[in-house]
């Protein structure tokens, strides 16, 4: 379960605390999913901060499956990103001079090693439709196949949450129906995508909106 209690957020600025985040509450089963949208300045970004254990909340509660990962050290917070949340850029951020399975397989080097991540690898980009694909590197695919590829780096470690930030928002109307088709598939994990499109929002369960610090249902 994922769950955000009364959560704030300000930042110092050259006029006093500037507050971005003004009590959000949200509450998201395993295999729930949601969009959030907002206009450009809203706060997408410092949520998905705080719900990536990137940037802690000036005040409230953030839980991930039972654990409040901001009440860790430094060293915990980067091993719980690793181990229970996957990223998906709008750049898909792969690594040009490695091969399409080579950086998949990257959230696994980070940690402490795992014999069958290689095949678990392959097997996630036979899901995502790039099983001819895997010696490749990113310059040889296209827009698409290369978050295709960084959706299947963001489940190598079988997290409990996928959040995405603008996943389609570089891609053409055709690869964007594609991505957003494969990520409304994901199951058992908390899937949270911050999109400007309303046709890729409307696939998930729950259609939020993030206006003046805090999230409105549409």
Do not use: W
């Not at 600025?13 to 949601?34: H, Y």
């Not at 079988?158 to 594609?178: I, K, M, Q």
């Not at 409304?184 to 729950?206: D, Y």
Request: negative net charge; aromatic residues 4%.
């Amino acid at each position: 379960m994922l769950e955000l209690r009364s959560v704030r957020k300000t930042f110092d600025g050259p006029d006093g605390a500037l507050a971005i985040l003004n009590g959000v509450d949200l509450t998201l089963q395993a295999g729930e999913s949601c969009s959030v949208m907002g206009p450009s300045g809203s706060g997408k970004s410092t949520l998905l901060s705080i719900l990536g254990v990137l940037e802690p909340p000036t005040s409230g509660e953030y839980r991930l499956g039972g654990e409040a990962p901001f009440d860790g050290s430094a060293e915990r917070q980067a091993e719980f990103r690793n181990r229970k949340i996957g990223f998906v850029f709008q750049d898909h951020c792969l690594l040009p001079q490695l091969s399409v399975l080579e950086n998949v397989l990257i959230p696994v080097l980070a940690g402490e090693g795992d014999r069958g991540a290689e095949t678990r690898a392959r097997e996630l980009l036979g899901k995502v439709g790039l099983s001819a694909r895997l010696s490749h590197r990113p310059a040889e695919l296209s827009g698409g196949e290369k978050q295709r590829a960084a959706i299947a780096r963001a489940l190598i470690r079988d997290p409990l949450l996928v959040l995405c930030d603008e996943p389609t928002g570089n891609l053409d109307r055709r690869s964007a129906e594609s991505v957003g088709e494969l990520l409304e598939s994901l199951e058992n994990r908390i899937v949270v995508v911050v999109t400007h499109s309303p046709e890729l929002a409307a696939r998930f369960g729950k259609r939020l909106e993030l206006r003046d610090g805090v999230l409105h249902p549409l």
